[in-house]
């Protein structure tokens, strides 16, 4: 009996982490990275907002989300950094007209986020993945007045970014620099990801099919982990991030006139955010041609 009750256990344990998760492989980023401190510290960027539109071709009410999305970056401009994410796996983000690879905007990075994060339907989007009345994941008509709520919050920590071509690697560079403006306790993440503009691709609505159809601000992929890869501190630090410390990191970029996305529509959304809650500290936007 006591075999019995033994080998039961097992086979629970066993079919328990038979269902866990497989996770992507971690992505290491290839950068030549520097630390400084400054002195004097710079006044604190105006906030740029990630907003992260959860949706779909296959989704019949997110043109209107589109719509609205559309309208807060009309309002706000550079303020906010607009990114559409088609979850892999989703029925309402697969393509119009399946079995055309160029058609899927779906990636795995956006399902990761979409499970992490709860999204449970389509159109919908988070703002820098704070929680609002006990939720991070908002309806599209929510957006706007969540939008409207954090614009003027204050920044922990500037972010720069820009891409510029070294004629020494002959290479196209991202350069992220990332200063604090206050001592920060908490473990902090980066992330990079790659955005599309100008995608024309069949979009449901209501009980129509769109063709044409513009898509924008696309995730293509992402430069490091769904999540972000770990802002590593300085030792000399004492385990936390001092005020006026400066990180600085140079990625080499893939030539993306030999892929399948044209460099003209791309730009490069980088972010730094809380390691432990997910929420966006502060945002920055570049395109990848100038």
């Not at 019995?4 to 992507?24: D, G, H, M, N, R």
Request: proline content about 3%; glycine content about 6%.
């Amino acid at each position: 009996m006591r075999l019995f009750a033994v080998l039961i256990t097992s086979l629970f344990i066993w079919a328990i982490q038979s269902c866990k998760e497989v996770l992507p492989a971690r992505v290491a980023i290839v950068s030549v990275d520097s630390t400084y401190t400054i002195a004097s510290l710079p006044p604190a960027q105006s906030r740029v907002v990630l907003l992260e539109e959860y949706t779909g071709a296959s989704c019949v009410n997110c043109p209107d989300g589109h719509r609205i999305v559309k309208e807060i970056l009309t309002q706000f401009g550079s303020r906010v950094a607009a990114v559409g994410l088609h979850p892999k796996g989703n029925v309402l983000a697969k393509p119009v007209e399946e079995g055309n690879p160029d058609l899927d905007f779906t990636t795995e990075e956006a399902r990761l986020l979409a499970n992490t994060f709860l999204v449970s339907s389509l159109p919908s989007g988070t703002i820098d993945r704070k929680q609002f009345d006990g939720s991070i994941v908002q309806g599209r008509f929510e957006l706007k007045q969540r939008v409207e709520s954090v614009i003027n919050s204050d920044v922990k920590v500037n972010v720069k970014s820009r891409v510029y071509f070294d004629n020494k690697a002959g290479k196209s560079v991202l350069e992220i620099e990332c200063t604090m403006l206050e001592d920060i306790a908490e473990d902090l993440n980066f992330s990079i990801m790659l955005i599309e503009n100008k995608l024309d691709a069949p979009q449901k609505s209501g009980s129509i099919v769109l063709d044409p159809y513009e898509h924008e601000h696309v995730l293509r992929k992402m430069l490091t982990n769904a999540l972000g890869n770990s802002l590593k501190k300085a030792t000399e630090d004492g385990g936390g991030y001092k005020k006026g410390r400066v990180f600085l990191k140079r990625i080499e970029l893939e030539d993306f006139s030999l892929t399948k996305y044209k460099a003209e529509n791309l730009y490069l959304v980088s972010f730094i955010s809380n390691a432990s809650t997910n929420e966006v500290m502060q945002t920055s936007q570049t395109k990848v041609k100038n």
